[in-house]
């Protein structure tokens, strides 16, 4: 048996935002991150919808990118002092990721981080609140999804979390958030949607739900990315609609060790962090050529080429075409085909590089990769996306 989740209300198109008014409750969090939000006045229309709904708010702000332990824990402290009825973020990925996990602690104080980091382990929730979550970028869909991720500095390691109660129960997906977005943002964010939608396709567990989703979404990328990246309006709407779609699929159908590796990369290097959607785009094609080794995998990667009209007349022409596509597209949006081009020290990549590959390997995103993986297989791996050598086992 498989299931099947998403929030009970998706309000999407230019606008949308003003449904915060006809939320039913009498206290919301407001969770938000380091201030777009406020600079472009839609945390005081946010704030001023709710209480038009007859609710007291209270603002939790300066949730940072890829957000800590330490952070979550201050964000639940807050929610118990104030015991909101919803809680309700707004932004990126890392202040609604932040919200969920504070969501669990606010109704569970005991409960530990440890205990959440087991997939599927959540206590039920809403036995105080409902969340209510509002995307400002285009790629993380966590305004849809059961996971939330949540960085531990002290180690140097992301921890996705993973549970169908903490898939949110209103997502409000407005366009009109999105229209300032950074083009790096959109960069980042919308490969990050793309790998989202290709690994839900390709993923063990996908199915008749998740496949017409997955491929929606890859085809609104590949048609609205590059318009989005050059500042046109319509196109970053689409963009806004099908990294949602794309969230819907991997919700549901998991993902695989693309985002293992970004997870366990991200935080690891002195030399700098390596943004979510940044790590997924280099990543994905080096993955796509190791995944294909696996029949099933190959069959659905020329599928997918197939169904977005890409060249190739052999199975093997047509994942080639996808790779060469996604490259073109990292091109074009200055994304660097290597870690090493990234910056990533060489020595400090050599150090650790087997360390990491233990780590993605236990990443719970590897258990839905279509090809098994070991250590050893992830450091070659993690090798050839250093070095921008071609995978070859």
């Given amino acids: 048996m498989s299931r099947f989740c998403l929030p009970r209300d998706i309000y999407h198109g230019k606008g949308c935002l003003e449904e915060l008014k006809n939320l039913k409750g009498k206290k919301a969090m407001l969770v938000v991150g380091g201030g777009s939000?406020?600079?472009?006045?839609?945390?005081?229309?946010?704030?001023?919808?709710?209480?038009?709904?007859?609710?007291e708010v209270e603002v939790f702000e300066g949730v940072e990118p890829d957000p800590s332990v330490e952070t979550v824990m201050k964000g639940a402290e807050a929610m118990r002092a104030f015991e909101?009825?919803?809680?309700?973020?707004?932004?990126?990925?890392?202040?609604?990721?932040?919200?969920?996990?504070?969501?669990?602690?606010?109704?569970?104080?005991?409960?530990?981080?440890?205990?959440?980091?087991?997939?599927?382990n959540f206590p039920e929730l809403r036995t105080k609140a409902k969340f209510a979550a509002i995307p400002s970028t285009s790629g993380t869909a966590t305004e849809v999804t059961a996971f939330?991720?949540?960085t531990n500095y002290q180690t140097g390691v992301k921890y996705p979390l993973a549970d169908f109660n903490i898939t949110p129960d209103v997502a409000i997906v407005d366009p009109d958030l999105v229209s300032g977005l950074p083009v790096k943002q959109v960069a980042y964010t919308g490969?990050?949607?793309?790998?989202?939608?290709?690994?839900?396709?390709?993923s063990?567990?996908?199915?008749?739900?998740?496949?017409?989703?997955?491929?929606?979404?890859?085809?609104?990328?590949?048609?609205?990315?590059?318009?989005?990246?050059?500042?046109?309006?319509?196109?970053?709407?689409?963009?806004?609609?099908?990294?949602c779609l794309a969230g819907m699929a991997f919700s549901n159908a998991l993902l695989g060790i693309v985002h293992s590796m970004a997870h366990k990369t991200g935080a690891a290097f002195s030399t700098g962090h390596i943004p979510h959607g940044c790590a997924n785009a280099i990543y994905l094609p080096y993955v796509i050529a190791y995944n294909a080794k696996e029949p099933e995998a190959a069959s659905r990667y020329a599928e997918i080429a197939r169904r977005m009209g890409l060249e190739g007349t052999s199975q093997k022409a047509l994942i080639n075409s996808l790779r060469e596509k996604i490259n073109e597209f990292n091109a074009k949006l200055n994304i660097p085909k290597t870690i090493k081009d990234f910056g990533v020290n060489e020595a400090e990549f050599k150090e650790k590089?087997?360390?990491?590959?233990?780590?993605?390997?236990?990443?719970?995103?590897?258990?839905?990769?279509?090809?098994?993986?070991?250590?050893?297989?992830?450091?070659?791996?993690l090798n050839c996306t250093y070095y921008g050598t071609e995978v070859d086992f």
């Fill in 204 to 243: 063990t567990l996908h199915g008749p739900f998740t496949d017409p989703l997955a491929l929606q979404a890859i085809e609104m990328v590949l048609d609205y990315l590059p318009a989005s990246y050059d500042c046109n309006m319509e196109a970053r709407e689409q963009m806004h609609y099908a990294q």
């Fill in 37 to 55: 939000m406020k600079r472009q006045g839609f945390l005081d229309k946010a704030v001023n919808y709710l209480k038009e709904a007859g609710m």
């Fill in 84 to 120: 909101p009825d919803w809680i309700v973020s707004m932004g990126g990925g890392s202040p609604i990721d932040a919200a969920k996990a504070m969501w669990a602690f606010y109704e569970y104080p005991d409960t530990s981080f440890d205990d959440l980091c087991t997939p599927f």
């Fill in 353 to 381: 590089v087997a360390h990491i590959a233990e780590l993605a390997v236990g990443d719970a995103c590897t258990g839905s990769n279509p090809r098994s993986i070991d250590p050893a297989a992830m450091e070659k791996l």
């Fill in 148 to 150: 939330s991720v949540i």
């Fill in 191 to 202: 490969m990050d949607a793309l790998t989202h939608a290709i690994e839900a396709y390709v």
